[in-house]
């Protein structure tokens, strides 16, 4: 069943979206040569006391930490740790979240540490953003679950990708509802499977984690020992954006985004919907 929110609701996940926005900005700023992936964890926990919220990846599913900070060729789940420290050149995703009055925000980026990185680093990043927010524009009355899927696809396909190939796109994970837990029906798929068939009706409360991770070769993944750390099965490098959204009587509102999605959705000829919280 797909929980349909409320704009009473939806006013209270733009709160805990805004508290994402905000550890996401602290992280930025201390995800640089010399700190460990701890650090991060540990500016996110401070970020979530000052706003009197919750984390909702600290032990879901046992998860020892915080946010999840995945280093280069770890596509997602990776495990903040003071033995993992960032140097100049590598790229780090960072996936967190925030439950504020029982709601839930979740969102990641991908950042880039020190400098004298790759053009083919920074298009990944750019393709996998871009590729969101594709997925974001979708988010229309009267489409279905599959729209997002078929426009995340369709923009990562249509670039052209350095050195040649294709981008892999990851087949293991992908976006999901969110609301009053942090993963509910329906999952979504980053690419259109037909076995799946077109999935439901986009209608007014309905709210997604889109979250494409796409990497510079394969599109498939393995698991640590340590159970969490998801990584790529030929090393290659990876990416991942996300950012949780509501479709409202007035279009799609990002949650987890500072202007709500304004700027950006504005680049796909859409309108995002009023910030319920001003």
Same mark, same amino acid.
């Given at each position: 069943?797909?929980?349909?929110?409320?704009? &009473?609701?939806?006013?209270?996940?733009?709160?805990?979206?805004?508290?994402? %926005?905000?550890?996401?900005?602290?992280?930025?700023?201390?995800?640089?040569?010399?700190?460990?992936?701890?650090?991060?964890? &540990?500016?996110?926990?401070?970020?979530?006391?000052?706003?009197?919220?919750?984390?909702?990846?600290?032990?879901?599913?046992?998860?020892?930490?915080?946010?999840?900070?995945?280093?280069?060729?770890?596509?997602?789940?990776?495990?903040?740790?003071?033995?993992?420290?960032?140097?100049?050149?590598?790229?780090?995703?960072?996936?967190?979240?925030?439950?504020?009055?029982?709601?839930?925000?979740? %969102? %990641?980026?991908?950042?880039?540490?020190?400098?004298?990185?790759?053009? &083919?680093?920074?298009?990944?990043?750019?393709?996998?953003?871009?590729?969101?927010?594709?997925?974001?524009?979708?988010?229309?009355?009267?489409?279905?679950?599959?729209?997002?899927?078929?426009?995340?696809?369709?923009?990562?396909?249509?670039?052209?990708?350095?050195?040649?190939?294709?981008?892999?796109?990851?087949?293991?994970?992908?976006?999901?509802?969110?609301?009053?837990?942090?993963?509910?029906?329906?999952?979504?798929?980053?690419?259109?499977?037909?076995?799946?068939?077109?999935?439901?009706?986009?209608?007014?409360?309905?709210?997604?984690?889109?979250?494409?991770?796409?990497?510079?070769?394969?599109?498939?993944?393995?698991?640590?020992?340590?159970?969490?750390?998801?990584?790529?099965?030929?090393?290659?490098?990876?990416?991942?954006?996300?950012?949780?959204?509501?479709?409202?009587?007035?279009?799609?509102?990002?949650?987890?985004?500072?202007?709500?999605?304004?700027?950006?959705?504005? &680049?796909?000829?859409?309108? %995002?919907?009023?910030?319920?919280?001003?």
């Amino acid at each position: 069943m797909v929980q349909i929110k409320t704009p &009473e609701q939806i006013a209270k996940m733009r709160a805990a979206g805004l508290v994402v %926005a905000a550890i996401h900005a602290a992280t930025r700023e201390v995800a640089v040569p010399g700190a460990s992936t701890k650090d991060l964890d &540990e500016v996110a926990r401070k970020v979530l006391a000052e706003h009197g919220a919750k984390s909702n990846f600290l032990g879901y599913g046992g998860f020892p930490a915080t946010i999840c900070t995945s280093v280069n060729d770890v596509v997602v789940h990776g495990i903040p740790s003071e033995d993992v420290v960032l140097k100049d050149g590598d790229v780090i995703s960072i996936d967190c979240g925030a439950i504020v009055d029982g709601w839930h925000g979740d %969102a %990641a980026y991908t950042a880039f540490v020190g400098s004298g990185h790759a053009p &083919e680093l920074i298009e990944l990043s750019r393709v996998t953003e871009e590729s969101m927010w594709a997925g974001i524009a979708a988010m229309k009355q009267g489409n279905r679950l599959v729209d997002v899927s078929r426009a995340v696809e369709t923009y990562i396909r249509r670039q052209p990708k350095p050195g040649g190939g294709r981008y892999g796109i990851i087949e293991d994970y992908g976006g999901h509802g969110i609301g009053t837990e942090m993963h509910m029906d329906p999952h979504l798929l980053n690419y259109v499977d037909r076995r799946r068939g077109k999935g439901p009706k986009l209608v007014p409360g309905f709210c997604l984690a889109i979250e494409p991770m796409v990497s510079l070769g394969t599109p498939r993944t393995e698991v640590l020992e340590d159970d969490w750390t998801v990584i790529t099965t030929d090393g290659t490098w990876s990416s991942h954006w996300e950012h949780s959204v509501a479709l409202t009587e007035e279009g799609p509102l990002v949650l987890t985004s500072p202007d709500g999605g304004r700027a950006k959705l504005a &680049e796909h000829g859409v309108t %995002a919907a009023p910030d319920p919280l001003g």
